[in-house]
């Protein structure tokens, strides 16, 4: 049983950076998708950024494209979230996921298998 573990939330001011890290336990990411998705109060979930393990194939939300990059960490078995630039309306509870969607359907919550606990990010104004 796949078990993920998010890390690297908290508080910081508008223009900030954070990066938030996916931890495989009970497994590995191989042949698996890795989501982030994020969900503010009152909003639904969202898919932010998502990478394909094998072949890196990746996808970044319009409204965080060029502040928010996705990346693998092949020697620590990690899926990162690099946020930059962050706004207050970054200010959400993110997520990890992991699961084999097809590309047509990655931010569709029901593809995926694993989910983390979640981590607080708030950002301030």
């Known amino acids: 049983q796949v078990q993920l573990v998010e890390s690297g939330g908290g508080l910081v001011p508008a223009g900030g950076s954070l990066q938030l890290s996916c931890a495989a336990s009970?497994?590995?990411?191989?042949?698996?998708?890795v989501a982030w998705f994020r969900q503010a109060p009152d909003n639904e979930r969202e898919l932010v950024a998502f990478?394909?393990?094998?072949?890196?194939?990746?996808y970044v939300a319009e409204s965080v494209k060029g502040r928010f990059t996705i990346a693998k960490d092949n020697a620590k078995n990690t899926v990162n979230l690099e946020m930059n630039k962050l706004k207050p309306e970054d200010t959400a509870v993110y997520y990890c996921?992991?699961?084999?969607?097809?590309?047509?359907?990655?931010?569709?919550?029901?593809?995926?298998?694993?989910w983390g606990q979640g981590t607080q990010v708030t950002v301030s104004s």
């Open positions: 009970g497994g590995t990411f191989g042949g698996y998708g």
């Open positions: 996921a992991a699961g084999r969607p097809l590309w047509s359907s990655i931010a569709q919550q029901s593809m995926y298998y694993y």
């Open positions: 990478l394909r393990w094998s072949g890196g194939n990746t």
